[in-house]
């Protein structure tokens, strides 16, 4: 410890002290002797009583007023009663330098002692607060400690209130539900080494997640709609065919209302959760019916077979020609006199004739699914009307009834009554 004791040594100074009160009582004995003289005698003047009396209050006060003032750089900072106390105030005040700056502290500045004339009224706390703010080495202020070191320091905690709060802030969403830090993280006004970084951007950089002393925890929550999806349900239908069936009903997702939580550390996801899932609609099953029925042979498939074996000598639609419509609602098979004619589907015989004059004879199949299908300009019918007939049976012969420019088997195919291109519909 460097502190010094300038002026009289003690020893001197208490000396004058004890001498000081020892000339008090001198003067003071004469004055009583003077006072027991017989009369006669020869008496001390009056004055003589009364420099023993000033004698006396000097002695008296200059033994009250010796104090001891405590300087730092020649500065003076407060004043005790003793030396002792002095000793023990520096004392303290190194070892709470030694503790705020985690090294054996050595003044850097000289401590000095002076006896003084004066009341000492100064606390040692206030002495001591005063060495240290002296010293250079620590200021008082507002501390940020992580995990119990000091990290940054400030003039107010607002601000390193504020430094922390945008931390938070930068790894906070509008899902965040709370953000914290994993480290004790506290403020509190303290003395602090006056090398603590007191910039924002300074503390900043050293406290930052990732690179830095904070580790940011973030709960998340977020809610969100979700589809639920029907499921489909299958059942037997004696009234539909083997082999056919299809959605009676149709099935309708539900919907449900999720949420799901997540946890992030420095900004990365390290786990997600459904934490709820509320159902908001229920999901409708779709209902599909499956065919029992035994298919009898002549039931339609509402699938088309080429009626005859044949070239196609004329498409569906507008054709130039001097036989026949212009607008062809058909197709014409070419092939030789009485060859078989098959039913592209199976179905019933609604006509069998020769009524229409330009389709000579011809057979009219009316299919399961509602379509009709014509066979004209046919030589022979080998079937009647009412008649069912199986898909694949012959049904009549070719030939060039009607008007016709050569042998051949008119195809034409109505859905809905309109004609439409067979070609679209006949499977190969």
């Known amino acids: 410890m460097r502190h010094i004791i300038k002026g009289f040594p003690a020893n001197i100074l208490a000396v004058a002290s004890r001498s000081g009160a020892r000339i008090a009582a001198f003067f003071s004995a004469i004055a009583k002797s003077a006072a027991r003289v017989p009369a006669g005698a020869i008496k001390i003047p009056a004055c003589l ?3 023993c009396a000033v004698a006396v209050s000097v002695g008296l006060i200059m033994n009250s007023m010796i104090c001891y003032a405590i300087y730092v750089g020649g500065e003076p900072v407060g004043s005790v009663d003793s030396v002792t106390q002095a000793d023990a105030v ?12 985690g090294y054996e ?10 006896p003084d004339f004066g009341a000492a009224g100064s606390a040692p706390d206030e002495l001591e607060h005063a ?10 202020a507002y501390a940020l400690e992580i995990d119990g070191e000091v990290v940054g320091a400030a003039d107010d905690s607002e601000t390193l209130r504020l430094l922390l709060q945008g931390i938070r802030d930068k790894y906070s969403t509008g899902d965040t539900v709370s953000a914290r830090f994993a480290e004790s993280v506290s403020i509190s006004r303290r003395y602090v080494g006056a090398d603590i970084p007191r910039d924002a951007d300074a503390i900043r950089a050293v ?9 940011i925890r973030c709960l998340e929550r977020s809610s969100a709609a979700e589809e639920l999806p ?26 449900a209302l999720v949420t799901t939580e997540r946890a992030l550390i420095n900004g990365k996801l390290v786990s997600e959760s459904v934490t709820d899932r509320t159902v908001v609609t229920e999901p409708l099953p779709e209902r599909v019916a499956v065919g029992a029925k035994e298919r009898p042979p002549t039931a339609s498939y509402g699938e088309y077979v080429w009626p005859s074996d044949g070239k196609i000598s004329s498409y569906f639609g507008y054709r130039v020609t001097s036989v026949g419509s212009s607008n062809h ?12 004619i098959w039913a592209s589907d199976g179905g019933e015989v609604i006509y069998a004739g020769n009524k229409y004059s330009g389709y000579g004879q011809i057979v009219q199949i009316l299919h399961d699914n509602g379509d009709v299908t014509y066979y004209a300009h046919c030589s022979k019918l080998l079937v009647a009307q009412g008649e069912r007939v199986a898909r694949g049976q012959t049904i009549a012969l070719m030939g060039r009834t009607g008007v016709a420019s050569g042998v051949h088997c008119h195809f034409e195919l109505r859905v809905d009554g309109a004609p439409v291109d067979p070609l679209n519909y006949v499977t190969p």
Not at 90 to 101: D, P, S
Not at 335 to 340: E, P, T, V
């Open 131 to 140: 060495i240290l703010l002296s010293a250079g080495d620590v200021e008082s």
């Open 49 to 51: 009583s009364a420099v």
């Open 230 to 255: 029907f499921a489909t349900e299958y059942y037997e239908d004696d009234t539909v065919y083997v082999g056919e069936g299809g959605v009676v009903s149709e099935g309708k997702n539900g919907l």
């Open 329 to 340: 609602q058909g197709v014409d098979i070419a092939g030789k006199l009485g060859q078989d």
């Open 105 to 114: 502290y050595a003044f850097k500045t000289v401590v000095s002692v002076l």
């Open 90 to 101: 520096i004392g303290g005040a190194r070892r709470r330098l030694a503790e705020i700056l």
């Open 207 to 215: 406290i930052e997640p990732g690179g830095g002393r904070l580790t």
